[in-house]
């Protein structure tokens, strides 16, 4: 009832307007409603960014990512399909997101870990990889090892790495702009 409290809150500043709690609140109320507003519309704040994306789990974390590739026009499919027609999850180095557009067919695994994603974590996803033209591996909470980017660059027409910063970058360019 965020319009009704805004309203009590303007009353209260109209009777006594040298009260500074009344506005401070006010304010307060504003950036409650907006991260609200950003919640509903996007999955995600800004605040969410700032804390590394504290309240995600890793399959939060994969839908953030598939709803990321939808704002840049690909068609998404977050999981695996099975043979019955449903979805299976993977939580491991399978192919988290497929993405699709007109030229490219994207296969995106996400790490939702606190430490750098290695070398080996990279070879194991791109071991599952072969139909996708490119795979891009986002690492949501941190980066990847030397040897992680050191494999990606000599392989770029294969491999993407998105460290945590590029993450959050996509984010505010299609999510929270």
């Known amino acids: 009832k965020y319009e009704e409290s805004l309203k009590c809150l303007d009353r209260a500043i109209q009777l006594n307007p040298n009260n ?3 506005q401070k609140n006010r304010e307060g109320l504003e950036q ?19 804390d590394n994306f504290a309240r995600f789990s890793w399959q939060s974390a994969e839908d953030l990512v598939g709803k990321l590739f939808e704002k840049k026009n690909y068609t998404v ?3 695996v399909p099975t043979s019955d027609g449903g979805i299976k999850r993977q ?11 007109g030229t490219e067919y994207l296969g995106i695994q996400v790490k939702h870990w606190e430490n750098d994603v290695g070398f080996e974590d990279v070879a194991k996803t791109l071991g599952v990889a072969q139909k996708f033209n490119k795979v891009i591996i986002v ?6 090892t030397s040897q992680a980017r050191k494999h990606a660059d000599d392989n770029p027409y294969l491999i993407e790495l998105w460290d ?3 993450f959050k970058d996509e984010l505010r360019n299609y999510l929270l702009k």
């Open 91 to 101: 939580g491991d180095f399978g192919i988290d997101v497929e993405a699709k557009n």
């Open 20 to 22: 500074p709690e009344f």
């Open 32 to 50: 409650v409603k907006k991260m609200f507003k950003q919640i509903q519309e996007n999955g995600i704040t800004e605040s969410d960014l700032d």
């Open 139 to 144: 690492s949501t909470k941190s980066g990847f």
């Open 77 to 79: 499919t977050i999981g």
């Open 164 to 166: 945590s910063n590029k």
